[in-house]
């Protein structure tokens, strides 16, 4: 059978309760409350209330207001009417005959990970487990095909497992499993989704390490443009090993500064210098200013652009005396900046200066060109959540509800 929808599932889960007196208004189970269902399910409260109100309307089920166990106020819960009860049944029969494991598309938290693997045929597993390793919303239909409906779904299609019962299961397997769908994933992703960070995950999490690497080189503007926490955890985690180190940890030192993560980018800075890279240098000067030491990472960078003379030693001089407020000097360094950035055709860091010229702008007063340079840092940015963080300034600056922070 098709996998089963969540509208199934709800009433399966509420045709588990058919002793419950109906007429009762105390000590209800807390399972047959919206909350309930959405958790005994692993779907959310929202999807639990808009099914439902669907199922009301079909008359399947009905609601009543009572006293739920542990809970001090009432509340509304729900029972199958007798054509729900019909369906319910009928769904049951449907599994039976599949030979689907009953409480797996039920209530996957109920079920021991373990016990559920070892029901589970081949296909079944390879979709369930390819269902586990998989981060983003997917459609069912671009999964492989099973023999029964062990993954659940919404009513659109989309795969519906939670984070927990996703870990817990893959917990329960062996790591070559988890490694073969992994890979299998990373292949899909290249077929079906323009995501190179997930399919970056991915190749990484299946030990394709050369491969990994040399999208986190090609695609490296990307990566450092929509850079992010969980970006960071990946490229932390990736195999050294690759035919091309140097470019690798270099693309890995940015995407630490980027994220503020001095720690890691100390590591890729090691890791540079026993290379013979001199990029070593200007990576640990730029951590001494995300470890809020502007002092020494305006010595270190004065050095090294008086010897390479290169746009990002100009970026991090123009940071640093932001950060020790001496802003004149930060300007004509900016300016300097966008300048050397503007010969070299790189305007990825154009959002990033234009905000520092607005904090600069905003310290002396003017509003004007504090406001002009965030509209042009906000028409520069392609990180969706530095954009938000753009927005904020602007809507601050606007407001004039105190002290703005620029850095």
């Known amino acids: ?35 309930g269902i959405a958790a005994a399910l692993g779907i959310s409260r929202a999807h639990s209330s808009l099914e439902l109100k669907k199922l009301r309307q079909a008359g399947k089920v009905r609601e009543n207001q009572v006293h739920v166990i542990g809970s001090g106020i009432r509340r509304k819960v729900y029972y199958l009417e007798p054509e729900g009860r019909i369906e319910a049944e009928h769904v049951r029969k449907k599994l ?24 589970l045929s081949v296909s ?27 993954v659940p779904a919404t009513h659109e299609g989309i795969v519906n497992i939670s984070p927990d019962i996703k870990k817990c299961y893959l917990d329960a397997v062996d790591a070559e499993s988890i490694r073969r769908w992994n890979s299998t994933a990373a292949d899909w992703w290249m077929d079906n989704v323009p995501d190179e960070q997930e399919r970056l995950h991915h190749l990484s999490a299946a030990g394709r390490s050369v491969e990994a690497n ?41 995407i630490a500064i980027a994220c503020g993560d001095a720690e890691f980018a100390e590591k890729a800075a090691f890791e540079l210098e026993k290379l013979g890279s001199d990029e070593a240098d200007i990576v640990r000067a730029e951590s001494k200013l995300v470890k809020k030491n502007p002092k020494e990472s305006l010595s270190d960078a004065e050095r090294i652009h008086a010897k390479s003379g290169t746009a990002r030693s100009a970026m991090l001089i123009g940071r640093s005396l932001y950060s020790l407020g001496r802003y004149e000097d930060a300007e004509k360094a900016l300016i300097d900046t966008v300048r050397k950035f503007t010969e070299t055709g790189d305007i990825s860091r154009l959002d990033e200066m234009m905000v520092l010229r607005a904090g600069i ?12 340079y965030l509209g ?32």
Not at 13 to 33: I, S
Not at 232 to 248: E, F, H, M, R, W
């Open 1 to 35: 059978m098709e996998n089963p929808t969540i509208r199934e599932r709800i009433l399966l889960h509420l045709g588990r309760f058919k002793m419950v007196d109906e007429e009762e208004v105390y000590n209800l189970p807390f399972d047959l409350t919206q909350d």
């Open 96 to 119: 039976e005959d599949a030979g689907v494991p009953f409480e797996t598309v039920l209530d996957m938290r109920r079920c021991d990970p373990g016990l559920m693997w070892d029901k």
């Open 124 to 150: 079944d597993r390879d979709a369930l487990g390819l269902a586990c390793v998989i981060r983003v919303p997917v459609n069912k239909k671009l999964l492989p095909p099973t023999d029964s409906g062990v």
């Open 214 to 254: 040399r999208l986190l080189v090609n695609k490296s503007a990307s990566f450092l443009e929509n850079h992010n926490d969980d970006l960071l955890d990946i490229v932390k985690g990736l195999d050294a090993s690759t035919k091309d180190p140097l470019a690798s940890w270099s693309v890995r030192a940015k």
């Open 361 to 372: 702008a905003y310290e002396r007063g003017s509003m004007e060109d504090c406001l002009s």
């Open 376 to 407: 042009k840092a906000l028409s520069s940015c392609r990180n969706e959540e530095r954009r938000d963080s753009i927005l904020t300034l602007t809507e601050a600056v606007r407001s004039k509800g105190g002290r703005v922070v620029f850095d």
